[in-house]
């Protein structure tokens, strides 16, 4: 993770819709979801999320599959899990409260 893949991977989910489908997505797991789930899921109409997931999927949050007609959405937990990586390490210097936060949540 550099810092423009951190700022594109921030930037995709800083709005409510966005956040709202990463945190879809997030409880999805492994399986993933289809557009049209997800759509109802966070209240927004498939051709909205579509944009949504498009930009996601540019940031390298999110990737998709299809079969047949169906696409099916999953959360890339590794590029996730390199921006917390990239936040607590570089930006934060591993600062020990910080890395607290990370581990146990009544440590904040």
């Known amino acids: 993770m550099n ?5 594109a991977a921030f930037a995709s989910i ?10 879809c997505l997030v409880e999805a797991g492994s399986d993933g979801l289809a557009a049209g789930a997800i759509a109802t899921a966070v209240g927004a109409t498939p051709s909205r999320t579509s944009f949504h997931l498009a ?17 099916t959405y999953r959360l890339d937990f590794k590029s996730v899990g390199a921006l917390m990586r990239y936040m607590l390490e570089d930006c934060c210097k591993n600062n020990e409260t910080v890395r ?9």
């Open 3 to 7: 810092e423009a893949m951190a700022l």
């Open 14 to 23: 800083s709005s409510k819709t966005r956040l709202r489908i990463f945190k």
């Open 55 to 71: 930009n996601m999927s540019e940031a390298g949050l999110v990737s998709s599959s299809r079969q047949a007609r169906q696409i």
């Open 100 to 108: 607290a936060c990370c581990v146990a949540k009544d440590r904040c």
